[in-house]
């Protein structure tokens, strides 16, 4: 049971990149998704979320009309969509699966599964 990232890297402000998570060993469909960073010394924030009941998708303020969530079910993998980058979006972001409640609100969950984290570096 694992969820694997990729698609991080280097990019100047104003790109995009789009961030992977697959899953192995159970099904993304029954989960609430979300994605999730953490800059140096700042504590982890919730990025964005889908809710596992009507599938809608919340965003934090910072990077509302910039950053997309999706999931592929057929392909067991969500996706986030990042456009118009900007140095502050600078973290190791990380996805996550979890039966904790999607919401305006991005709640870390205490409980669930992990990917190992991808580094997204915004050069200005």
């Known amino acids: 049971v694992q969820l694997v990232e990729s698609g991080g890297g280097r990019v100047q402000a104003g790109g995009s990149l789009r961030l992977s998570c697959a899953a192995s060993g159970f099904t993304l469909d029954y989960y609430a998704i979300g994605w999730f960073r953490q800059a140096p010394g700042k504590e982890r924030e919730g990025v964005s979320c889908?809710?596992?009941?009507?599938?809608?998708?919340y965003y934090a303020d910072s990077v509302k009309g910039r950053f997309t969530i999706s999931r592929d079910n057929t392909k067991n993998t969500m996706y986030l969509q990042m456009n118009s980058l900007k140095p502050d979006d600078t973290a190791v972001y990380y996805c996550?699966?979890?039966?904790?409640?999607?919401?305006?609100?991005?709640?870390?969950?205490?409980?669930?599964?992990w990917g190992q984290g991808t580094q997204v570096t915004v050069s200005s």
């Open positions: 996550s699966a979890s039966h904790t409640r999607c919401g305006p609100t991005i709640v870390i969950p205490y409980h669930g599964y």
């Open positions: 889908i809710s596992s009941s009507d599938g809608s998708t």
